[in-house]
């Protein structure tokens, strides 16, 4: 087929654009408004990629047309889509194309509020590494996989998104697929745009357990809001977390550079793993997937010990930036308060000495919404200082929003110091006089001024 997807620079979106084209189709696509790490990251895929939305953009012959979720796309307005339903081609979403693809296949859904990204790449990449040639769908990028989409012969790692299809289809994006089995890392309520209630939030996580089958495979982390859906499920269930629990668990942390710990599983199972990943919310994530793995017998215990260890990360999950600077800037993705303090807290954990300095976006609509301004009460504990952004506007018209001034005052009520910035020439100004000892924590789901590119080599003379 010739696929062409309207707003392919989405995480997803080139994801499964990826899949199609290792699976033998024609692949082609259009964006604008984007910026790195995807925006550079589609642009070297290879594939024909258009920075403005127009008709001729699609091919002759073309098949399907994929249209992104971004209300920034425009929807049934947008060019393309006209374009292609006057040549009476079908439009779809990612989802609904992901979840026909791979109906037949052996798939597993990785989902949670937060975590599922690094543990779709990690599962993928012990699985790569052992051979088992592996498909996966993973909406971030990681130095480990060769792409973020791939079809491959094996076993199917689908990132399971909570959030909807689409404007017009309000279901969860893993509602479409077909797993056998689940890796459930978290269940706290995010994207309060979509879902204003936790009952809202959990109920198709309560249908993605439903749907599994009778002989499918639940892996659970341990956790209350988890105890108390898992009933919905006629799977077999096997928990997870870093404290003892009645199935896999991690012991004898030592954190480093190396963080290394002991896997602990049923019937006195123990393995010795080590990872370069930061903070203790990545010990979790590798104690589900080694959980997931070694329970269908995917990979033996030393592959899992292998790809453990040589997996570097998602980009912006607790990326360091800065090489030889004496201050070194970590990014990290904010787009929650859960995901907002497990950066704080992992950063903290390995620079226990030095003072935290955050440069913080409130990009994501969770953020930004006024029933959230409580989580700047407590979400920069242990920071030394916060550099604000001010946040996006989009969607401001229909969401009760905080302003810039409303956040400021928030966090400056906290106790914590706090400045704004409203370009990247002010904050890095803001930056250039730091003693030299501390760690600068960048944070948001957004672009972030464009700080991750032009701060690294400011701190490289700066601070070398």
């Known amino acids: 087929m010739r696929i062409h997807f309207t707003g392919v620079a989405g995480a997803g979106m080139s994801a499964v654009a990826l899949m199609m084209r290792s699976a033998g189709h024609e692949v082609s696509g259009s964006d604008e408004d ?67 693809t791979t109906a037949a296949r052996d798939v597993t859904v990785v989902a949670g509020s937060f975590g599922k990204s690094t543990c779709s790449a990690l599962a993928a990449h012990v699985l790569n590494q052992a051979g088992a040639d592996p498909g996966w769908m993973v909406g971030a990028i990681s130095p480990s996989l060769p792409a973020t989409g791939q079809w491959g012969s094996g076993p199917v790692i689908l990132e399971g998104d909570e959030y909807v299809v689409s404007a017009s289809d309000h279901r969860s994006k893993f509602a479409l697929y077909a797993p ?72 004898d942390i030592a954190y480093g550079e190396t963080t290394r710990f002991e896997l602990a599983g049923p019937g006195g199972r123990a393995l010795r793993l080590s990872t370069g990943l930061l903070g203790a919310h990545n010990v979790e994530n590798i104690v589900g997937v080694a959980a997931l793995l070694l329970e269908q017998g995917l990979v033996s215990e030393a592959d899992l010990a292998s790809g453990v260890a040589s997996f570097a990360g998602i980009r912006r999950r607790l990326d ?104 990247a020439a002010s904050a890095t100004q803001a930056l250039s006089h730091l003693t030299g000892g501390e760690v600068v924590l960048l944070l948001s789901s957004g672009p972030l001024l464009g700080l991750p590119g032009s701060l690294p080599p400011v701190f490289e003379r700066l601070y070398a």
């Open 34 to 100: 984007v910026f790195p790490p995807m925006s550079t990251y589609v642009e070297g895929l290879g594939f024909p990629f258009h920075r403005r939305f127009a008709p001729e953009n699609l091919p002759p012959g073309l098949d399907l047309l994929v249209l992104g979720a971004s209300a920034k796309l425009g929807g049934e307005a947008n060019p393309e889509v006209a374009a292609a339903r006057a040549r009476g081609v079908r439009i779809t979403t990612f989802a609904e194309l992901l979840g026909e």
């Open 180 to 251: 056998g089995r689940l890796l459930l890392t978290s269940l706290i309520h995010d994207h309060v745009n979509v879902f204003p209630t936790f009952a809202e939030y959990e109920a198709p996580f309560r249908e993605l357990l439903r749907g599994l089958p009778d002989d499918g495979l639940a892996v659970l982390r341990d956790h209350p809001a988890i105890r108390a859906i898992a009933a919905e499920t006629r799977a077999r269930i096997v928990w997870y977390d870093t404290l003892p629990c009645d199935g896999w668990f991690a012991r």
């Open 320 to 423: 360091r930036l800065t090489i030889a600077s004496r201050v070194p800037v970590i990014e990290g993705f904010g787009s929650s308060y859960e995901k907002a303090r497990s950066a704080i807290e992992a950063v903290r954990l390995h620079y226990p000495q030095r003072p935290l300095v955050v440069v913080f976006e409130p990009h994501a609509f969770s953020w930004r919404s006024r029933e959230a301004l409580p989580w700047y009460d407590t979400v920069f504990e242990g920071v030394e200082k916060v550099l604000l952004i001010p946040p996006p506007t989009h969607g401001a018209a229909s969401h009760h929003q905080s302003s810039f001034e409303d956040i400021l005052e928030r966090i400056a009520a906290a106790g914590v110091a706090v400045e704004g910035v409203a370009d």
